[in-house]
């Protein structure tokens, strides 16, 4: 889809067309929903809607107390009705608009007309467009109401990725998240002091982050934006077209891909391993170490690294010519074909992604093909008589080409082809990760958070693809809301060079250190690695870029599988699960250590009732209290259910 409100032609009244500016911003707010939830519910409403504005960098400190008086309605008509009487264009911020924006939307679809083929300048009154990626993550929902004024919904998530509770903490605000009872029916317009209390926090606590963020200059859509922006500040707007130009515009060796898909085929993100040694064992002893600030270390000076940039300098075919070894001088991307099978005491790394013989997340020690019955094969022929055989296509950096080679034994070798860039210090990283790290070092509260949230959002930035798919809502016959996704792939990338530099740096450091720990290794996660027993050859140290913290030791532990374990440390448990809600966690740490549980989910009380170990910690595991969205033609509830502890997905031929 592309991004809103760049200039653009507007549609005049004749059929026509005449340029527009962009239309300035006049205010932010921050804004919240308490929604219906009951047993037996056939629809939802919104019983408590607010606003409050939030002070910009012009208005930061003046004595204003409307500026932090909260508005509040009873519904959404009235919440709708009122901010579309602000002049101008003015951005309201929810926390989680995949959420609030499934009432507004439904809201939008029957009272405005969705316009999906303009932008936002050239929007009629009374049009609307949402910006929903095809991976349902929610940005903006941008209505021109029937004055021609421009109301623009945020998802605040993107911009501060923390839930209302964590940016209390984070941000040390004057306000903080309080309790409040979700379920039942509320009579319109009777609401307790309590829950009014609750809503204004609820209010208030995103207020006061963003302000702080905005007192920073900090304004953009994401986080990542915001990076970007101020890192073109001090390099230079020109100096950083120049270092990093589209790559997605290059040619590559390779005829069916431009230098960017090239590239972005070799981008992988973090290295995560459960050591089958280990899997679904309790172990004991175990040692946690995190790297301090793991992809900012690998992009500073310090770190002696050397990053691609500028466009490509050069291709190469059949081998890697000897020059551009000089990871000082040069750094390519290189496409392989092989067979290969794990050393002998080696950790696995690699991934093949696009291949439904391998399943996409696993550590493959072999490229041999496994079967159902659990035997590998070297070939096989499918139902439709293609001849399926272990040697692959692989797409690597230099850095994790040579870790491959190190790693595993190979065959059927061959160099298909590489792109070579020339290569320049970390250095030119140096100004913005040393001023964050200094900021993070020497302050506290919001400060902090800020310089946290800017250091370890840099290198994503950088990764951003071409992809602009996006996600249309419509309302189906019953009267709920559904999706069509639109094939788009227009947007504006990142430098795919350096998004996959950065991380594959980050993987090779995590890596090695673990495999230097090769007879002790348990699980690792991106920066982190975990042990039976007292790592070797890490650099320890609280604080320090690159080194490694010992976050605590764990009695005893189970790792299940990636995303999936649990540790003892202290005496309590600490469960980390892929798509295990936190209350669900709570619920199960309390029934372990056999602590007191305060929290409300509906089978608590016979789900504690059968004394659980870390050994229960398994597959068919069932949890009560996960919340399944569920849509009603007026918006969305989270209704309880089990969360379940499934069989990882498996590739097999058949």
Not at 288 to 315: A, C, K, Q
Not at 465 to 494: A, H, Q
Not at 610 to 629: A, M, N, Q, S, W
Request: hydrophobic fraction near 30%; aromatic fraction near 14%.
């Amino acid at each position: 889809m592309g991004e809103r409100g760049r200039l653009g032609n507007h549609r005049d009244t004749m059929g026509g067309y005449m340029r527009v500016k962009r239309i300035p911003i006049k205010r932010y707010f921050n804004c919240d929903f308490e929604t219906e939830v009951y047993e037996g519910q056939k629809d939802t409403r919104v019983w408590l809607a607010g606003y409050v504005q939030i002070r910009t960098p012009d208005i930061i400190n003046e004595e204003n107390f409307l500026l932090d008086e909260p508005h509040i309605q009873y519904d959404i008509d009235t919440f709708m009705s009122e901010i579309a009487k602000f002049d101008g264009k003015n951005v309201f911020y929810f926390t989680n608009l995949k959420f609030d924006g499934s009432f507004i939307l439904p809201w939008l679809l029957k009272n405005a007309k969705p316009n999906y083929e303009v932008k936002e300048n050239e929007l009629f009154p009374g049009e609307f467009n949402s910006l929903i990626s095809s991976m349902g993550s929610w940005y903006t929902i941008t209505w021109k109401t029937g004055n021609g004024d421009i109301v623009e919904f945020r998802d605040l998530l993107k911009l501060i990725p923390l839930s209302v509770a964590g940016m209390g903490k984070a941000f040390n605000t004057r306000h903080r998240k309080t309790e409040m009872e979700y379920e039942g029916i509320r009579e319109y317009g009777k609401v307790s002091e309590n829950d009014i209390n609750y809503f204004i926090n609820d209010l208030m606590v995103p207020k006061e982050a963003c302000e702080q963020m905005f007192l920073e200059g900090n304004m953009g859509l994401t986080i990542g934006s915001c990076c970007r922006t101020y890192y073109k500040r001090q390099v230079g707007y020109m100096r950083y077209n120049e270092l990093f130009p589209n790559l997605y515009k290059c040619i590559s060796p390779e005829d069916n891909l431009s230098c960017g898909e090239y590239i972005h085929k070799t981008y992988y993100g973090g290295w995560c391993y459960c050591n089958d040694r280990v899997e679904g064992k309790v172990v004991y002893n175990v040692h946690n170490y995190d790297v301090n600030s793991l992809y900012p270390s690998r992009m500073e000076s310090d770190s002696g690294l050397y990053y691609p940039v500028y466009d490509p300098i050069t291709f190469f075919y059949g081998s890697v010519p000897v020059q551009f070894e000089n990871l000082k001088k040069y750094y390519y991307f290189i496409h392989i074909r092989c067979s290969f099978e794990l050393k002998k005491g080696h950790l696995p790394f690699i991934h093949i992604i696009g291949n439904k013989l391998y399943r996409r997340t696993e550590n493959l020690k072999t490229s041999r093909i496994k079967r159902k019955d659990g035997t590998y094969v070297d070939r096989y022929v499918d139902i439709d008589g293609n001849v399926k055989t272990n040697v692959v296509d692989l797409y690597l950096t230099c850095v994790d080409y040579k870790r491959f080679l190190d790693f595993y034994d190979v065959e059927n070798f061959e160099i298909i082809s590489g792109i070579v860039f020339a290569s320049i210090s970390a250095e030119i990283f140096d100004c913005y990760i040393h001023e964050w790290r200094k900021v993070k070092e020497n302050s506290t509260g919001g400060r902090r958070q800020i310089a946290k949230l800017f250091s370890n959002n840099f290198y994503g930035d950088f990764a951003k693809n071409t992809d602009s798919s996006y996600k249309i809502p419509y309302l189906k016959d019953d009267g709920v809301m559904s999706f069509v996704t639109i094939d788009e792939n227009n947007k504006k990338p990142g430098y795919i060079a350096i998004g996959s530099a950065v991380t594959s740096y980050a993987r090779d450091f995590t890596i090695r250190h673990a495999q230097e720990n090769y007879g002790i290794f348990c699980y690792s996660d991106t920066d982190s690695i975990k042990t039976e027993g007292e790592a070797v050859g890490l650099e320890i140290h609280d604080t320090k870029y690159g080194a490694w913290k010992l976050e605590g030791i764990a009695s005893e532990a189970i790792f299940v599988r990636q995303k999936t374990y649990a540790e003892k440390i202290d005496g309590v448990t600490h469960i980390t699960c892929a798509g295990m809600p936190d209350r669900c966690k709570e619920l199960l740490e309390c029934n372990i250590d056999g602590r007191e549980y305060s929290g409300k989910i509906k089978g608590a009380k016979e789900f504690l009732a059968t004394k659980r170990t870390l050994g229960d910690i398994k597959v068919g595991l069932e949890v009560p209290g996960k919340l399944y969205p569920k849509r009603y033609p007026s918006g969305i509830v989270l209704e309880e259910g089990d969360f379940i502890l499934r069989e990882k997905e498996r590739s097999f031929a058949k």
